[in-house]
């Protein structure tokens, strides 16, 4: 079955770390563009951080310094590192991927494949 698949949330303390993984199954291959975004309650879906072929990477400002992306295409795989996570972090994290990145980078649009979501709970 085609999908991505995702694993690594959970709940963590304030000022802790979870390490998120994104790994495309069956079929899927060929995406210029993997990445990740995160819904809290009552917002919007916002872009994280999405890293291209090309490797080059794209992070939001909000997480700039405290996250970090990286793939491993071999795999079809993408990781986003969080470190330093603040309640504000909590929320549904979606990885995404599409064959030809758009502009902005971080916008939802375009992203042809999404997971189901994993869980992040940050406790103060």
């Known amino acids: 079955q085609e999908q991505l698949v995702e694993s690594g949330g959970g709940s963590v303390k304030a000022g802790g770390s979870l390490r998120l993984s994104c790994v495309a199954s069956?079929?899927?291959?060929?995406?210029?563009?993997m990445g990740w975004f995160r819904q809290r309650p009552k917002q919007e879906r916002e872009g994280i951080a999405i890293?291209?072929?090309?490797?080059?990477?794209y992070v939001a400002d909000s997480v700039k310094g405290r996250f970090t992306i990286s793939r491993d295409n071999e795999k079809k795989a993408v990781y986003l590192q969080m470190d330093d996570l603040t309640v504000e972090d909590t929320a549904m994290y979606y990885c995404?991927?599409?064959?030809?990145?758009?502009?902005?980078?971080?916008?939802?649009?375009?992203?042809?494949?999404w997971g189901q979501g994993t869980q992040v709970t940050v406790s103060s």
């Open positions: 069956g079929y899927l291959y060929g995406f210029n563009c």
């Open positions: 995404a991927a599409r064959r030809a990145c758009g502009w902005p980078p971080l916008s939802s649009t375009g992203y042809d494949y």
């Open positions: 890293h291209t072929a090309g490797e080059t990477s």
